[in-house]
């Protein structure tokens, strides 16, 4: 339930609260005073798309605040904390919610769901749960099929929920399968010459048997190999110096520091300093005797082999080089292709395997869903032909005594989402009449009224916490105008009902009547809201009634419209 609503800036309303509560609340006001604002305000704050023309002429930006009162522990609730907002508790179970929405100039809108920013899209969100609105356009979309088939499966409540989800379930595995199956027949070929290509690479690949990092080894090898006898004769002759057979054996490395070594040991323990020195030369003397045993290693290391060996990798390195062609651009990616290619082989090999399985599983699938769908089927025309006499009922309450509401369920060719069931919502105005389409036998009055006999009768079924009607008395008067008003107090009874309305008949009804009131400074209308009482709403009752707020005819009407309005059950 709405409890207030505060708007600053939009439309020709400078800054207005609405305080609304529980019950039935009547907005009026003269043409143009910016009673549609407060619908569009609303709609704000349920999430609806934001247009920067509806900020306040001369302003930056227009914003508007809602306070709800929601269940503690319900599923507003429990949305609103999932998205980071916080409820402050009402007692009796109950817990307050604000939210927000501001329109900027520039075209950009935020919002606020329990004081946490948030997507317009939660406000929608929320919105399924909170509230309904029906405007005059909401009026034509009642001549659609969906959304009368929408109103029929309303009212058939639980009867349809547990089947339609059964449905739905079928049918959204139904129409997966059968797409998978579509597609793996009528790309047959395609796939089966992918799999003979994916199998050809495979087995190439497979042959070769790359190794990570191979590549980079086998280039280093090429390398030493292909300049094997320089690396050899630098090797030898640098052994050659290191330690010599040819040479005075006085001039090799090891020789000369041998020599140097045995000198300063002579004299070490003379000088500590020249001591270091003698361990320093000594060490030396170990690393070239290393060296030179691993030079002569090295240099033996390149034998007669090392031709046919170079050979051997540079054959290797071509055929890595024609796989790193085919299926690199690198060689770890044609070792990843061998794992990826396998994996996408194997699906393809199994294509005939799983189009038996989902032949198999379409057939079965399809009757389910023609099972569950004549389900749905008995299910609304039952509901059907028990709405149709609800909402007959109410017509005859609301000045429509010979009318009666057919509501035609049948069965299409084609499967839905929401079944096969068409549904079309016919008005036979009187009997004997030719029952026709409601987009085609109804007047904009006769719409407004079969749609609230509608909302009637749902509401006993589907509760919403709060119906937003803006002028559903469009098109109609008299005693008709009275009906809808008792109607819409009966609605009340239940949720909380706000109704846009040009008609003391129906404002009459409300336990809480507001006006929207405008004032002219120069060129500029400025509105404010205000709640009315006692002799100010038998003025309002009366100007509605008359166009004068102050006609002694009028304001004896706007009493006994008011009395009328006490004593009606």
């Known amino acids: 339930m709405i409890e207030e609503i505060g708007i600053r800036d939009l439309g020709v309303i400078g800054e207005a609260t609405l305080p609304l509560g529980p019950g039935f609340t009547a907005l009026t006001g003269e043409t143009g005073a910016g009673k549609t604002m407060v619908v569009t305000a609303v709609g704000l704050l349920l999430g609806e798309r934001a247009d920067a023309s509806a900020i306040r002429k001369g302003s930056d930006r227009a914003i508007v605040d809602g306070r709800w009162l929601v269940p503690e522990a319900g599923e507003v609730a429990e949305r609103v904390r999932d998205a980071g907002g916080e409820l402050d508790p009402a007692g009796q179970g109950r817990a307050e919610l604000l939210v927000s929405r501001t329109l900027a100039a520039e075209g950009r809108s935020r919002a606020s769901v329990g004081g946490r920013s948030a997507p317009a899209g939660l406000l929608a969100e929320l919105a399924d749960r909170l509230v309904v609105v029906h405007g005059q356009s909401d009026q034509i979309r009642l001549r659609t099929a969906a959304a009368q088939r929408e109103a029929l499966d309303r009212y058939a409540g639980d009867r349809l929920a547990g089947p339609l989800e059964a449905y739905q379930t079928a049918f959204r595995r139904w129409q997966a399968n059968r797409d998978e199956l579509d597609t793996l027949i009528a790309e047959r070929d395609l796939r089966a010459a992918e799999a ?62 041998d020599t140097a070594r045995r000198l300063l040991d002579r004299v070490a323990e003379l000088d500590p300093e020249l001591s270091a020195l003698a361990e320093t030369v000594g060490n030396l003397a170990f690393l070239a005797a290393d060296a030179a045993t691993e030079l002569a290693s090295y240099a033996a290391g390149f034998d007669a082999d090392s031709a046919r060996e170079l050979e051997a990798v540079q054959q290797r390195i071509s055929e890595l ?32 395997d799983r189009i038996a399985a989902l032949q198999s599983d379409v057939e079965a699938d399809a009757q389910v869903v023609a099972e569950l769908a004549e389900t749905l089927s008995v299910v609304r025309s039952e509901a059907g032909a028990q709405l149709g006499d609800a909402v007959s009922a109410e017509l005859a309450a609301l000045a429509m005594p010979d009318a009666q509401l057919l509501v035609d369920v049948r069965g299409r060719e084609e499967y839905t989402l929401n079944g096969r069931d068409a549904v079309q919502l016919l008005l036979q105005a009187h009997p004997g009449a030719e029952p026709r389409p409601l987009g085609r036998g109804a007047s904009g009055g006769e719409l407004s009224r079969i ?11 589907d509760p919403v916490p709060t119906f937003v009607f803006d002028e559903v008395d469009a098109g109609v008067g008299g005693a008709a105008a009275i009906e809808i008003g008792r109607r819409l107090g009966r609605l009340a009874e239940s949720a909380q009902v706000i109704v846009v309305t040009h008609l003391a008949q129906v404002a009459a009804f409300a336990n809480n009547h507001l006006r929207v009131e405008k004032d002219r400074a120069g060129a500029v209308t400025l509105s404010s809201v205000r709640r009315l009482e006692g002799d100010e709403r038998v003025a309002e009752m ?22 009328l309005s006490r004593h009606s059950g």
Do not use: C, W
């Open 542 to 563: 009366a100007r509605l009634l008359s166009g004068l707020p102050d006609s002694e005819t009028g304001l004896a009407h706007a009493r006994e419209l008011l009395e």
């Open 196 to 257: 003979d290509e994916l199998r050809a690479a495979v087995a190439e690949i497979e042959v070769v048997a790359p190794q990570p990092g191979e590549q980079e080894e086998l280039e280093s090898r090429a390398l030493r190999l292909g300049n094997a006898e320089e690396l050899r004769v630098a090797a030898a002759q640098a052994h050659e110096l290191f330690s010599s057979e040819s040479l005075d054996e006085t001039r090799d490395v090891l020789s000369l520091v």
């Open 321 to 352: 080089a024609i796989l790193v062609r085919k299926y690199g651009p690198t060689l770890d990616d044609a070792i990843a292709f061998l794992d990826t290619g396998s994996r996408r082989l194997l699906e393809l090999d199994t294509d005939e």
């Open 451 to 461: 749609m609230l006999a509608i909302e009637v009768v749902l509401a006993a079924s």
